[in-house]
T-cell receptor, first 113, second 113 residues
Framework: QKEVEQNSGPLSVPEGAIASLNCTYS??????FFWYRQYSGKSPELIMF????GDKEDGRFTAQLNKASQYVSLLIRDSQPSDSATYLC?????????????FGTGTSLTVIP | NAGVMQNPRHLVRRRGQEARLRCSPM?????VYWYRQLPEEGLKFMVY????????ESGMPKERFSAEFPKEGPSILRIQQVVRGDSAAYFC???????????FGSGTRLTVV
């Protein structure tokens, strides 16, 4: 079982709509959760992180965490063509050697003008 | 404040040669991570280092691959006797602590011909 699972997509939404990206994780000991955005040919960049159950909002982005369901999501409101990218979910899991990050394979998002 | 610096950006090697990838973490960051990303795939963890110590190398192939993070200078990922399957983007990330989110470098794209 993979540590982090994401639907690879592609996910297409019209400009101005809400894009919803989902991620599940397998280790209940996971402590913190991150969303990265990666444009084609570029490196991942951190968008948001969340530690506690519930919602966390930052501008047009909202991260949602449900530890009981082992589920984390990212909502993008008023989607723009510039949001078209691959979104990577990452989970921080304590290990004997220190915390370890696990990444999902990413969801490709296309925002259609 | 310079970000994570990786060089070279692009590296072409013939089969059997050695590839040496360098990573300078952000100022104040003492945790360095190396990831490999194949086309259409997610980020695969390779190795986690702190200054002069390999903390976790569970994702690194046992043969031909090695990593170091000396007391002075950048972290080095070394691939000996490269093969075509080593062609990928290699990303370095750093963080100030074991709990923090990563900051990624721009990556080194290795092509083995």
């Amino acid at each position: 079982q993979k540590e982090v699972e994401q639907n690879s997509g592609p996910l297409s939404v019209p400009e101005g709509a809400i894009a919803s990206l989902n991620c599940t994780y397998s280790d209940r000991g996971s402590q913190s959760f991150f969303w990265y955005r990666q444009y084609s040919g570029k490196s991942p960049e951190l968008i948001m992180f969340i530690y506690s159950n519930g919602d966390k909002e930052d501008g047009r982005f909202t991260a949602q965490l449900n530890k009981a369901s082992q589920y984390v999501s990212l909502l993008i409101r008023d989607s723009q063509p510039s949001d078209s990218a691959t979104y990577l979910c990452a989970v921080n899991v304590p290990r004997n050697t220190g915390n370890q990050f696990y990444f999902g394979t990413g969801t490709s998002l296309t925002v259609i003008p | 404040n310079a970000g994570v610096m990786q060089n070279p950006r692009h590296l072409v090697r013939r089969r059997g040669q050695e590839a040496r990838l360098r990573c300078s973490p952000m100022k104040g960051h003492s945790h360095v991570y190396w990831y490999r990303q194949l086309p259409e795939e997610g980020l695969k963890f390779m190795v986690y280092l702190q200054k002069e110590n390999i903390i976790d190398e569970s994702g690194m192939p046992k043969e031909r691959f090695s990593a170091e993070f000396p007391k002075e200078g950048p972290s080095i990922l070394r691939i000996q006797q490269v093969v075509r399957g080593d062609s990928a983007a290699y990303f370095c990330a750093s963080s100030p602590s074991v709990k923090g989110g990563y900051t990624f470098g721009s990556g080194t794209r290795l092509t083995v011909v």
